[in-house]
């Protein structure tokens, strides 16, 4: 029998390889109610970082644009051009119902959603930006049935 060149294996290459996708952690979210008012849960705050109690906005959009699709809240020094929250329930506030109702939100009538990034505004201060989505109703279920068959009606006369 002929020698032939042979190829051996390791046990680190019967082991697969499969990739670990880690889940990006979602973007905190809050809403704006039906009277013009942004509404932050507790819960975003707290991954945010803000203190509700101390902290202050200047409170922008994109310049040039008839309707707003997005809300800038730049943290800064108390003054008279700040907004600053309040509390409401279980979370906090900024009432901007003047200001949404001439950005053409129309939030009296749609639920609408806010999706919260943030940005650097400058390189020592970082800023919010709120993306207003409407809130899409959720998908009608497609799938099986679970759970036990539904007995069939049974008429007694």
């Not at 046990?11 to 990739?19: A, G, I, L, W, Y």
Request: hydrophobic residues 35%; positive net charge.
């Amino acid at each position: 029998m002929k020698l032939k060149a042979i190829k051996f294996f390791s046990p680190e290459e019967n082991v697969s390889k499969t990739k670990v996708v880690e889940k990006a952690a979602p973007l905190p979210t809050g809403y704006i109610s039906n009277s013009g008012k942004l509404v932050f849960p507790a819960s975003a705050l707290r991954d945010l970082g803000i203190d509700p109690e101390s902290t202050q906005f200047k409170i922008g959009t994109q310049e040039g644009k008839r309707k707003i699709k997005s809300v800038y809240l730049v943290p800064a020094a108390s003054s008279d051009q700040t907004f600053s929250f309040e509390k409401s329930g279980r979370g906090h506030v900024i009432p901007l119902a003047v200001i949404l109702k001439k950005g053409n939100v129309n939030f009296e009538s749609e639920k609408l959603i806010f999706k919260i990034s943030t940005f650097d505004f400058d390189q020592t201060t970082k800023g919010y930006e709120l993306v207003i989505e409407t809130e899409a109703p959720k998908p009608e279920y497609t799938g099986k049935p679970r759970g036990r068959k539904p007995k069939a009606a049974v008429d007694a006369e």
